[in-house]
């Protein structure tokens, strides 16, 4: 197993040349940043497993550094060090994800059963993720990736609704991850125990759907040799989760509205109906009030299932975490392709964010697994993405009427990059991989300063 990759963040020298020491001594590869701006630096150009920063630094404090990490990764577990311990900044560390909380001076020792705990804990969560992506779970217990406004509102409703039985449904377009949010519901409920079982309703040819969904008994139709459960009965005690349930003919949504009323299933061809106890989540890409104003979703049906709306926002409307799902995939990849990719360059992170992603996250994830598939190494480069960088460059070119300029598609994306990072020209500069100086000339040239 590779040695652990660690980031040590402190304004002292002394302190970060003897945690250095200490953890290069234990086995760890280990990298000093002495400033917040350093280390948010490093963690562009690389990925590490853990940081382990002070609170107090000129430039920017340890809670600020925290939550800058989360958002470019969320994986990277986080041990935070101060010389004025309070409960209050404690709390406040935990509450933003760190991993641990330590006081200083330092107890060596202390320290190093710290770590040993953390890379434990990373190792048997790899684990998980093997064994479950093994047995052909990986999609229902993936973390939600994402710290956005948008993302955090949907954690927050899955948190409040998981412990109720309540319908969930869920909109959003396709490829915003509507089955992992149904899954991450079930995986929290105390139905977790139970079967959770996705149903694509525009996949199922419309004569089996009635079967499909409630089962059938023999002779019931041609072809019937057998009794079957069907749907409903085989998710019993869990959670059923029909994906594109506007899809579904008039006449199966009578039905399916008297088995959510009454929570009994009646097969094709028996006389006998049969008791489920059973969740309903349900999602769609469509616009919901436009999807009932039309006919297609049976207003009766809407509300019963509405009593939990999810909605998920495009990828496009939060840039901010494409960062983090980046490094998501890219850690899961590495493990499926055996090969160690650190990240990606700053050009190629700053193409990423200014994509609008029609596909969502569904295509970033197509997208870096191609690059793996199609041989990256060491990091993804703009190389390796050259879909992305071809479909960037269209909608320039149809409003100029010919191949977009360089000077053009240079502003589009420092103006983007700016934009992410709430005008931070430091930070927009070192994502582009070019000089502040360079940002400030450019803005000149554009007219804004």
Not at 220 to 229: N, Q
């Amino acid at each position: 197993m590779e040695p652990a990759k660690i980031l040590v963040v402190d304004d002292e020298a002394a302190i970060l040349r003897l945690l250095k020491e200490a953890l290069s001594q234990w086995g760890y590869q280990v990298t000093g940043a002495s400033s917040g701006a350093e280390a948010l630096q490093a963690l562009r150009g690389d990925m590490f497993d853990a940081v382990i920063t002070d609170i107090r630094m000129p430039d920017m404090n340890g809670l600020e550094l925290l939550k800058e990490i989360k958002r470019h990764d969320e994986s990277v577990e986080v041990v935070v060090m101060t010389g004025y311990p309070t409960i209050a900044s404690a709390v406040e560390a935990l509450k933003e994800g760190a991993f641990d909380y330590l006081s200083k001076p330092l107890l060596l020792d202390e320290l190093r059963h710290l770590m040993v705990r953390m890379t434990e804990r990373r190792f048997l969560r790899g684990e998980v993720h093997s064994l479950r992506a093994r047995l052909g779970e990986e999609l229902t217990v993936n973390e939600l990736v994402g710290n956005s406004a948008p993302m955090q509102r949907v954690k927050e409703i899955i948190a409040k609704v998981a412990p109720t039985d309540s319908p969930v449904l869920i909109e959003g377009e396709s490829g915003t991850g509507k089955e992992l949010v149904a899954a991450a519901i079930h995986r929290l409920s105390p139905r977790a125990k139970g079967p959770f079982i996705p149903v694509n309703c525009s996949a199922i040819p419309e004569d089996l759907l009635e079967s499909e969904f409630f089962g059938h008994v023999r002779g019931a139709f041609s072809g019937a040799v057998s009794d079957t459960l069907g749907l409903f009965r085989g998710a019993n005690e869990g959670t059923i989760f029909l994906d594109e349930v506007a899809e579904l003919s008039p006449g199966l949504q009578v039905k399916l509205l008297r088995v959510l009323q009454e929570m009994q299933v009646r097969p094709v061809g028996s006389t006998k109906a049969y008791a489920v106890d059973v969740r309903v989540i349900a999602a769609t890409n469509r616009d919901l009030e436009r999807t009932i104003a039309e006919g297609q979703l049976r207003q009766d049906l809407y509300y019963r299932l509405n009593v939990v709306r999810v909605s998920l926002a495009p990828l496009r409307a939060r840039r901010e975490d494409v960062p983090a799902l980046a490094n998501h995939f890219i850690r899961r990849f590495s493990r499926r392709f055996r090969r160690e990719i650190r990240g990606t360059t700053p050009d190629a992170l700053a193409a990423l964010q200014a994509y609008d992603f029609p596909g969502n996250v569904r295509e970033l994830e197509n997208l870096i697994e191609r690059a793996f598939a199609m041989g990256a190494r060491e990091q993804i480069t703009l190389t390796d993405l050259p879909s992305l960088t071809a479909g960037q460059a269209s909608p320039v070119a149809q409003t100029s009427g010919a191949i977009p300029q360089l000077a053009e598609v240079e502003k589009e994306l420092i103006l983007r990059a700016l934009a992410f990072y709430k005008d931070d020209k430091e930070a927009a500069a070192t994502a582009l991989g070019i000089s502040r100086r360079t940002i400030y000339r450019r803005l000149k040239e554009y007219g804004m300063l």
